[in-house]
């Protein structure tokens, strides 16, 4: 057994949170129970150096979840600029930021939502949590629950990113809703991570321009990354909208600076947030 | 609790993952650096959270064939991933291979075998049974055979690879005895392929990413498409981030890879084999080559000449071809061209790599072969990081009758006679046109498999009048999964199995040099009454009393394959083993390299003669010769007798030859292309066409993109989703003189006809030239793909819910329209970027 593998859970922990004291000065105290709680915070880095533009993630997603036409979760955009001969192209892959909600702790679309506290009271390890319409877990994720779900669709407009989207093939439930669609939404693949499994689009990224994992564990990848990146420090750079001060767990590699020359506005949001070129 | 250690804790971790799975909720949701994630391999569904069946089989969406995962709930194939266990794919997956369950469930698919009932063309059919199709189909062939004119059964294929390529081919097709036989090589790469066996032998160019230190391009696209996609593009882009390999491209567009490329370098189309030439004259003229490679190259006619002779001899040949004389041609400047050689030259090792974009033109050939010859100049040829012969698996297979008829043939796949000098792959864009030549005969029944030959070929009006035409071809008959525009003009239609519902042992290259055996199985039944042509053609070949006695299914065939390979190939584990885990490689296996340096020792010699003219040891009787004296030059087909290569006092296994007699050496002096007037040398050779452009002309160029295959995958609604429409790429200088403006409606006309569609202004190309992608522009591909629903027999599956949330109404245009058949004179490859063209607001 290598050394690594005979730390201590204790030790582990305090690792984790000295690691999280460390990158992420500033975390809020809440979020310190948690990670101290042993829950880990789930966290998608990607890595602009590294997307070929293939869209496999986007299909595989369609595929996962059988998302209808003209619906994603996921999209790749072209960020384009400069003039011949000297023309510049990258690929940005998007979805759902996994908000943590910065100081307010409570991303937009949860915090609009009129039943993100009318669900289940839950445990994630020793944290407790309600669900809701829409909710964030205590391990970051944020999570659907369309047996709850009104269909007012403030979320849609709540979302600053347009990464929420009405799904055709989620009818709702709730009494005098039945004949209303519900919202879908990138979940992280929760159901494949929960048993252990990396999202679909991770999975199928040949480029392994998507990194996934826990950052309060340090040996993780996407721990590792965010501290030779310094991702979380420079979130005015890793991350999209910065000044919306939502606080994504979306993470961008970008040493060029792309992330700087795509635009998202209120208006184009949700157009923007669409698979498909020429 | 606290003292319990990591192990302990991963161990905890996944038991409650199991208890999830049980359903007992995230109560038990596990800790923080206790879940270590697996990539892959299982998937589950996303409401219920039920386990989905995964099941190891083979993608076929394009020719790469990656390894793969299907995952099968109630009996329906939902979801595709990589296999994790796969050497060559790394359990990754492109968005082609991600869309594999629309190719099954799509709902224009032809479920049931269909006959014509009106003109043929004009789209009426009625449903008959497969009892009734194939006693019609064996009668009509079995009354060819028994009149002695098999050959008037002609085959055509699109891709056929591997196991169904034996059965099909090897067993059937040569039991029955026509050798009236085409495939679709010269409209992919064939040019390439016959560059390479005029050099180095067997074709198969295999970039080994892994350990180069940079990679110079000229017309891949490997980021987006290419015949061995995932297994190589993930590697090149891994080498770029992780050990910054610089990549440099040549291309006419600024593509994907391009775009993933540290410096793009436009370049005027088809003049490629100039900055290669070039860029040989710097590396030589600055001694900056590797002599000790030297002793493999054949550089002039005299084969015992010495290293400083080749040398001298290539540096006076290249002594023309200077960076400036190269930048009045391509448009590259010579400092450009001087510092990319000597970059190259320095870099050790370096990979030159070359697709469609430098070879789809007239001076293809030599394009190709004077990029055998920068590797190598520079010892770039089977090293670690360089140029390598590509290694697949080699399966044993049943092989059929033994006696089987010699094969009489309709000289139809190769070309107009004395038009292509070497068509080792066929001059398949010519078969239709000869057909209706009728010269060298036609056939009386036409049948092609996963082709489409009235869309992919050029003179896409010229190929619909001929398989029209009754008088032409009596009978047609396909078998296809989908209603396109040349099954539209077939008198029957199989309906096939796709590759998701079918069986086959396969055998792509390896990106790492060594050998990986898998298969594909069918994850599910097939849909309706789908049948697989190999299944099929066991049955027809029943019918006609000809059996071919290799099991009653193509599933047999594979399951019999795989217990000859176990006989033959050491530690191959067998079906179950291969059914469970669908790859395997010899885990003890090196990675291959420098074949040609293994010497033939004297036992081996004894049954061989050497050709003194060639210094090729040959066997004549392996070669079947009947006259040996004649030479092994002269010998027809003797290169299937070639034991080694005489250099110096040794003989060495070398470059063997494969379709062709040349010698062992690699090849940059050709005694075969001197014989049928070409130059020797890799040469320059400006294409006709481009000569005699006036000023308001423009070139014509097509292209790939990533989500789609060929002309076989607009049927996929998740990749017709992304890509629908397809305009003409123009450089802003280009539309600015044709008063052109982004989406303006444009005609676009070339000697045989002219198209409209939309212009796009982009910085991403060139001036002076426009390109159109042609993956759509589809006529008949069911609502996805055209917009029409198909008339298949049977009714179409209209069950599927996202029919109604198609919200696309373009389709875009297919330039194959207005580019001719047309070939490379040497090699017989479709000369697909030479078209000229003039472009005017419609």
Known sequence: ?278 | MAGLNRRNFMKFGIASGALLAAGEGLKSQALAGTVKLQMGGKDFNFKTGTERKAIPTACWSCVTRCAAMGFVEDGRLVKMESNPESIRTLGKMCSKGQSGPNDVYFPDRILYPMKRVGKRGEGKWKRITWDTALTELSGRMKKLRDNGHPEKFMFHYGRMKASSSKLIKSVFLANYGTGTISGHTSICEGGKWVAQELTWGKHYDNWDFDKTKFVLNFGSNIQEAHTNHIPTSQRLIRAKVERGVRTVTFDVRYSNTAAKSDEWIPIKPGTDGAVVLAICNVIMKNNLYDKSFFKFIRATENVNASADEKISALKSHLSKYTPKWAEKITGVSASKIESTAKEFAKAKPAVVISYRGAVAHYNGNDTERGCQMLAAITGNIDNPGGRCRGIGPHWKYPKGPKDKPKAKKLKLAHGFPGTVAYPNHGVCQQVLPMIKDGKAGRPEIYMWYCHNPVYVNGDNQGNREVLKDEKMIPFTVTSNIVYDESSKLADMILPDATYLERWDWEDMVSPNQVPEYYIRQALIKPLGEARDLGDVVIELAEKMGMPLGVGSTKEEYVKKSHEMTAKAVKGFPGFDYMKKHGVWHDPNAKPKYYSHKKEIKADKLKDAILDEATGVYWNPKKAHAKNPEKGYAETKKAYKGYVGQKIGEKVYKSFPPDKVNKSGYLELYSALLKKKGFAPLPTYYPIPEHEKMKPDELHLTTYKVAVHVHSRSTHRKWLSEIYHDNPGWMNPKTAADRGIKDGDKIKVKSPIGEIVTNARVTEKIVPGVIAISYHVGREESGRYGSGRKSPVAGGANDNDPDLKNKFWDTYGMHPNWIIPNSDDPINGQQRWMDTVVTVTRA
């Open chain 1, 1 to 278: 057994m290598s050394k690594k593998d005979s730390i201590s859970r204790r030790d582990i922990i305090k690792t984790g949170g000295a690691m999280a004291a460390v990158v992420a000065a500033g975390l809020l105290p809440k979020k310190a129970e948690a990670a101290k709680n042993g829950t880990p915070r789930w966290a998608m880095i990607v890595d602009l150096r590294r997307c070929i533009g293939c869209r496999g993630c986007c299909v595989a997603d369609k595929s996962e979840y059988g998302a209808a036409l003209g619906r994603y979760n996921t999209v790749v955009k072209n960020v384009e600029f400069g003039k011949y001969p000297a023309p510049k192209k990258y690929f940005l892959p998007r979805l759902c930021n996994h908000c943590s909600g910065g100081e307010k702790d409570v991303p937009p679309c949860v915090e609009k939502c009129p039943e993100a506290k009318s669900g289940k009271r839950m445990k994630l390890g020793k944290t407790r949590y309600r669900t809701g319409a829409t909710y964030k877990r205590p391990d970051g994720m944020i999570l659907l629950d369309m047996s709850l779900c009104i269909g007012c669709y403030k979320c849609i407009d709540a979302c600053p990113y347009g990464v929420r989207s009405i799904d055709p093939f989620v009818k709702l439930t709730r009494p005098d809703r039945e004949k209303d669609f519900g919202v879908g939404k990138c979940t992280f693949c929760q159901h494949r991570v929960d048993k252990g499994i990396a999202p679909s689009c991770v999975n199928t990224c040949q480029g392994r321009a998507r990194i996934f994992g826990d950052l309060n564990d340090p040996d993780s990848k996407v721990a590792k990354l965010a501290r030779e990146f310094k991702l979380l420090e420079n979130r005015d750079k890793t991350t999209l909208l910065p000044g919306e001060k939502t606080e994504p767990y979306n993470l961008y590699i970008d040493p060029d600076g792309i992330l700087a020359r795509y635009k998202i506005t209120k208006e184009t949001k949700l157009e923007e947030f669409k698979s498909r070129f020429e």
